[in-house]
């Protein structure tokens, strides 16, 4: 969330800038609005119980003066101003909780960096890394190569759980856990610590992260009130929370590769075949943790560290800025890569970073202690996709596709699946019947 003192000694400044995200925001009124009823009740809630005190004092004086009647006629004052607290108290209360869920729908400050637009026709693009291969042969999408090679299942799948799940099978799972397996060796090779988090999520842990209230449709919630974790961005930022660090654990570096679930509300009709977009997904995430003064350089880091996975894989790729109207609501500057998707000839993105600045780490109380100043700060949090694993299973199945319709592993994963350099249709054996013996007769013979 934003700083609630910043926001209204800046108002127009920062709503200003905030509805350069190319939306409305009404709540940015609504804020102005509950703010001013909450500020008004918290100054009359004050009055009377300086007033209160002042009485309860007289009472004291006139009781030690031995003006009994005169005290307890005062007394009664005393019990009307308890009732009033009592039910300004509880207005207080209702209206500030309002008032915190007004402060956490309203999205973050987007950098002066971020280019203004519309949506993502107007993000920018930095840099393409490797070309694009020239098939000589049709080339065919995942999902027909899936099951040409019998290593991904949707429709026992979706018998099992619904559209938009997939089964992978065989040299498919394998593929998909020697991609998980080498992403999060990528990332503990650059000093990330590995956790594997639970994937259900309390509340107040995505209140603080910035997905409730604004992304709640998009999340499969709990009868008990937890919710699956939509990204891993979530439990690795909240595994801080309420914590007040010192300056010499900065930056700390988390990773983690679990199962993420989102309800995919807002994309009826998109990407229904295949693995691209899907109820439950493969993610390997880094969050990182820093001090106030680090977070620039730290997203260029993460940034690198996904790029590093592609290349390595020898995959084409670009990196593009996103626009102030495509931007994620917790971010202050996001880069998408987009990774090469032979069949659909484009680009699509495969991996977020983002850097939140103090966003999450107020919302989820952050902090830390920074020795020189003995002052204490909110951190600063970043995330980025390192990689999404559906989509780079899909990019290595299309851009590792032969004409026979197999797949090349590339080099770098060879080794996590034990030294295989192919993935070739499972040969069917043709079942032979067995032999039939004939049973040998005896003629008798007529005598």
């Not at 009055?47 to 003006?67: F, M, P, V």
């Not at 009709?269 to 995430?285: A, L, P």
Request: glycine share 6%; with cysteine.
């Amino acid at each position: 969330m934003l700083d609630i003192y910043k926001l209204r000694e800046e108002y127009e400044k920062i709503s200003k800038r905030i509805r350069d995200r190319n939306r409305p925001y009404e709540q940015l009124d609504e804020f102005l609005k509950v703010d001013e009823e909450w500020r008004n009740i918290a100054t009359k809630t004050q009055e009377l119980r300086t007033k209160r005190n002042s009485i309860t004092e007289q009472i004291s004086k006139l009781y030690a003066q031995g003006k009994k009647a005169e005290g307890e006629k005062l007394r009664q004052d005393v019990i009307g101003i308890k009732e009033q607290l009592e039910s300004l108290e509880k207005k207080y209360n209702d209206v500030h909780a309002n008032l915190m869920e007004v402060l956490y729908s309203i999205p973050n400050i987007p950098d002066p960096e971020v280019p203004l637009g519309k949506d993502e026709n107007d993000n920018v693009e930095l840099r393409k890394i490797n070309k694009p291969k020239k098939f000589k042969f049709k080339v065919l999408p995942h999902w027909e190569l899936a099951e040409h090679l019998d290593i991904a299942d949707f429709t026992r799948a979706a018998k099992i759980s619904g559209s938009r799940h997939t089964i992978f099978k065989g040299d498919g799972a394998r593929l998909m856990r020697a991609l998980r397996n080498y992403t999060l060796d990528i990332h503990q090779g650059a000093g990330f610590i590995e956790l594997q988090p639970p994937v259900l999520i309390n509340p107040e842990i995505l209140y603080g992260t910035g997905h409730l209230p604004k992304s709640k449709d998009d999340m499969f919630e709990l009868k008990n009130g937890q919710f699956l974790s939509p990204t891993e961005e979530i439990p690795l930022t909240g595994y801080y929370r309420n914590e007040t660090l010192n300056i010499n654990q900065l930056p700390i570096r988390l990773s983690s590769s679990t199962i993420s679930y989102r309800s995919e509300a807002g994309s009826a009709g998109k990407d229904m075949r295949g693995v691209i977009r899907q109820h439950q997904f493969y993610n390997t995430e880094m969050v990182v943790i820093c001090s106030d003064d680090d977070s620039k350089k730290q997203h260029e880091f993460i940034t690198k560290q996904a790029e590093l996975i592609l290349k390595s894989l020898k995959l084409p790729y670009r990196v593009i800025i996103l626009c102030t109207g495509d931007m994620g609501s917790a971010a202050t500057k996001t880069y998408d890569i987009e990774v090469w998707f032979p069949y659909e000839q484009k680009y699509r993105e495969i991996s977020s970073c983002s850097n939140c600045r103090d966003y999450q780490a107020r919302g989820s109380v952050i902090k830390y202690i920074d020795q020189k100043t003995n002052e204490t700060k909110f951190v600063h949090t970043l995330n980025g996709t390192g990689t999404s694993l559906n989509r780079l299973w899909v990019a290595v199945v299309e851009n590792y596709q032969q004409q026979d319709g197999s797949i090349v592993i590339p080099t770098a994963l060879q080794k996590y699946m034990n030294g295989q350099k192919i993935i070739k249709p499972v040969a069917v054996k043709s079942v032979k019947k067995p032999a039939v013996k004939k049973a040998i007769v005896k003629k008798n013979k007529k005598k």
